[in-house]
């Protein structure tokens, strides 16, 4: 299930270990750019998240929990020796602090672009209720389309909430035919994502170094959750994309690719790679 995009060389075992996890609608080929730009340095893995269908076979009536979608990918952690670097954006940034909590002590470091992790924000209490609010009906408008048998009103409304205004009808046919494919998982995504139990104060035990980053047109939910983030991670930095929105590392990929390479070079001791140019 979990094969790097680049094949084992024979000291792979030495290199350190990169895990990146896509958006929620997308796939591994999302940080095909970031293999290339790390390849010759670390072993360098994207797992696919769960599909709706395996989703319905595996859990029935069962409430879907962020520990489901974490669990593989602690597994690919315990089987393998050393620290990894873990990588997420959106709901695969949400994904990422699951797993990092679940075995804080085996990682190197975080890299998450805009992670949607909404349980922060009902955390947060009066300061982030509006901003929940907003996913609240952004969910509850997909849900009621999926609920009329209208996949592609809830894709289209999906997508233009997360890309703007105008995005859906951009897309090409194939994009949109995958997005209709995928739109069924959202709703057991958000509420894997409201629903949550971790506490606020685990981000306070994560010794890793973080870099967090977020585009400056993305919008108000996840903007505020990644500064809470900031404010609990003891070695945090953040860094904001001035013309980049939700999707940069995909819009953005060469200015994100080159901050996450960066960053998890140098949190590996390779300091001496960590200005080398992104591939575009």
Not at 89 to 95: A, D, E, P, R, T
Not at 104 to 121: C, G, K, T
């Amino acid at each position: 299930m979990f094969k790097p995009i680049f094949p084992w060389r024979a000291n792979a075992a030495r290199k350190p270990i990169v895990i990146a996890v896509h958006c929620s609608g997308g796939s591994a080929r999302q940080w095909n750019k970031l293999a290339t730009v790390l390849h010759d340095h670390c072993s360098f893995f994207a797992p696919a998240l769960i599909g709706g269908d395996a989703i319905a076979a595996r859990h029935g009536g069962e409430r879907f929990r962020l520990a489901d979608e974490a669990a593989p990918i602690v597994s690919l952690i315990d089987a393998r020796d050393g620290p990894v670097h873990l990588v997420g954006h959106s709901y695969g940034g949400g994904v990422a602090l699951r797993v990092a909590c679940e075995r804080p002590a085996r990682i190197a470091s975080l890299s998450l672009y805009e992670p949607s992790a909404f349980f922060v924000l009902r955390l947060m209490g009066r300061e982030g209720r509006p901003a929940l609010e907003e996913i609240r009906s952004l969910a509850g408008g997909v849900a009621h389309d999926l609920n009329a048998n209208d996949k592609r009103a809830a894709a289209a409304r999906f997508v233009d909430y997360w890309n703007g205004a105008g995005a859906w009808a951009s897309m090409k046919p194939e994009s949109q035919a995958e997005l209709v494919g995928y739109i069924p998982k959202a709703p057991l995504e958000f509420g894997a994502l409201i629903e949550e139990p971790t506490r606020l104060f685990a981000f306070t035990r994560l010794a890793c170094p973080v870099l967090l980053m977020r585009g400056a047109r993305g919008p108000a939910p996840t903007a505020l959750i990644a500064h809470k983030l900031f404010s609990l991670m003891r070695h945090a930095v953040i860094e904001e994309i001035l013309d980049a929105g939700h999707m940069g590392p995909i819009s953005h990929a060469e200015r994100v690719n080159e901050m996450i390479a960066a960053h998890v070079l140098r949190a590996a001791g390779l300091e001496r790679l960590a200005d080398m140019p992104a591939v575009a």
